[in-house]
């Protein structure tokens, strides 16, 4: 076994788990998901059939990660925060089929206690802060505070607020990678100072 199962966990036959990934206490990975390398499942996250979670993911304690949800690389997501996979849940009606995908793109934050609905893109390096509600697509780098869910600022690669405006035209460097962050309308595109 190339990763770190917890006896209390439950990973069920045919699941795929990375290399140097840790599965913690009280932890169901069902037979389908596909969990990529260094990724850490925290106390009681719960992981559907039909999820992939890239490599560097951080999922921290009491995530249910369900049918339909993509993670990619370096995603965290915080303590306790939800996912949803059905828009109108009744539980006198059966809507399996009207499973909606959820995406969160790479680096992205998603912090404690924040719900994202069902059928939402989360863009790269996003930030959603804690409790947040998210019922929209997320840009790129943007940070996301309260309920409904809304556009505060932008934040970094790094994890740190830029000092951009919402819309317009503007430039900024992080003073700790050197990374360019120009701001042209509604959309922040980055200059990596040191692009491989």
């Given at each position: ?89 009744r539980g006198l009606i059966e809507r399996k089929d009207q499973y909606r995908d959820t995406l969160v793109k790479r680096g ?69 990678t050197g990374d360019v962050y120009n701001l042209s309308g509604s959309v922040v595109t980055r200059e990596e100072a040191f692009?491989?």
């Open positions: 076994m190339s990763h770190y199962q917890h006896p209390s966990a439950i990973v069920d036959e045919g699941a795929q788990i990375g290399e140097g990934s840790r599965v913690w206490h009280f932890v169901h990975v069902c037979s389908g998901a596909r969990i990529g390398a260094g990724v850490s499942l925290g106390q009681n996250v719960f992981v559907g059939n039909k999820v992939v979670i890239g490599d560097q993911c951080k999922v921290q304690n009491n995530v249910s990660v369900y049918d339909n949800v993509t993670l990619e690389e370096g995603v965290f997501c915080g303590p306790s925060m939800v996912f949803t996979n059905v828009y109108n849940p992205a934050t998603l912090g404690a206690n924040s719900t994202i609905v069902c059928g939402v893109t989360i863009g790269a390096y996003a930030f959603v802060g804690a409790g947040a509600v998210v019922n929209k697509d997320v840009p790129d780098y943007a940070l996301i505070m309260g309920v409904p869910g809304r556009q505060r600022g932008w934040m970094s690669a790094y994890g740190e607020q830029l000092d951009l405006p919402l819309t317009g035209e503007a430039s900024i460097t992080c003073p700790h692009a491989s």
